[in-house]
């Protein structure tokens, strides 16, 4: 995994949480329960945006999963704290300079909000296509696919020709674990 300025991605996620808030710090597991697991970073195209995807996949995981940093005490506080490190992350990916990747990453949570409210399975094809053509395009007929038509067959398709089948397949079993 990258580091940031000599520390982890997850070290990184879990430092700043802590000093932005006391109730985030009181969140975030012991060292030795935390799970700092690569999923979705190891797609980017760029690895100065891992720190933003791994941090608002965190968020994603606080809402919708299993969180590899925190716990936690109740719904209120996830709540507050998925929003908190999306908003966190989308700062680090525009502070990379990657503007186009903060509006693909807006329509990769929108979307992924839709599949759960449906009950739509093709959140982790979209986490995989959008991660690895962050801020490049063309993945607009592919997400209406998902979107209008419930097929994350484009999506998947998107990612594979991009990082190909080993990778998507790391990154989407790792994913399919946090949020069973």
Do not use: K
Request: glycine residues 10%; charged residues 20%; hydrophobic residues 45%.
């Amino acid at each position: 995994m990258s580091s940031v300025t000599g520390t982890s991605v997850f070290d990184a996620i879990a430092e700043a949480a802590a000093t932005e808030s006391p109730v985030w710090g009181e969140a975030l597991l012991p060292p030795e329960r935390r799970v700092p697991e690569p999923v979705f970073s190891e797609l980017v195209p760029d690895a100065a945006l891992a720190l933003g995807v791994e941090t608002i996949y965190e968020g994603y995981l606080v809402h919708y999963g299993r969180s590899r940093l925190f716990a936690p005490p109740d719904e209120d506080v996830a709540l507050l704290l998925g929003d908190y490190l999306y908003a966190h992350g989308l700062v680090h990916v525009s502070d990379a300079g990657a503007v186009d990747a903060v509006g693909d990453l807006a329509e990769l949570l929108s979307l992924c909000a839709q599949c759960r409210a449906e009950e739509i399975d093709g959140d982790g094809a979209a986490w995989a296509a959008t991660t690895a053509r962050l801020g490049s395009g063309g993945l607009d007929e592919a997400r209406a696919s998902l979107r209008e038509g419930r097929d994350p067959g484009p999506l998947m398709l998107a990612a594979r020709e991009t990082n190909g089948a080993d990778a998507v397949g790391r990154a989407l079993t790792a994913h399919a674990r946090l949020t069973a």
